[in-house]
């Protein structure tokens, strides 16, 4: 089992930065596979970046290469997501993942969630 709490949302302006971060639970963080999704009022979910658990591959959304930034610390049990030059449509529920399969983490999210961060882009 694994719980998954994410916390950094907030209010930010436009170009402007913030830092999400994901505090997992259970013995084995180290060996799951770990995402961030996003969904906006009356939009579907949809993947934004992906971390592998073995060799820390990364994967991103088209939509945020070259502005966000996924990385991991096994030994604090942490995924981040730093997100740079914000524009209002990253603006969304921010919510965090976690599977044993990459591949499940790049598409539908996996096994595990967290309840979601708000961040709100203004323009």
């Known amino acids: 089992q694994v719980q998954l709490v994410e916390s950094g949302g907030g209010l930010v302006q436009a170009g402007g930065s913030l830092r999400l971060s994901c505090a997992a639970s259970?013995?084995?963080?180290?060996?799951?596979?770990m995402g961030w999704f996003r969904q906006a009022p009356g939009k579907e979910r949809e993947f934004v970046a992906a971390i592998n658990w073995s060799d820390r591959t990364t994967y991103y959304a088209d939509s945020v290469e070259g502005r966000f930034t996924i990385s991991r610390d096994n030994a604090k049990k942490t995924v981040y997501l730093q997100m740079n030059s914000l524009k209002p449509e990253d603006t969304a529920v921010y919510y965090c993942?976690?599977?044993?399969?990459?591949?499940?983490?790049?598409?539908?999210?996996?096994?595990?969630w967290g309840q979601g961060t708000q961040v709100t882009v203004s323009s």
């Open positions: 259970g013995r084995t963080f180290s060996r799951y596979a």
């Open positions: 993942a976690a599977d044993s399969r990459v591949a499940e983490v790049t598409t539908t999210g996996g096994d595990y």
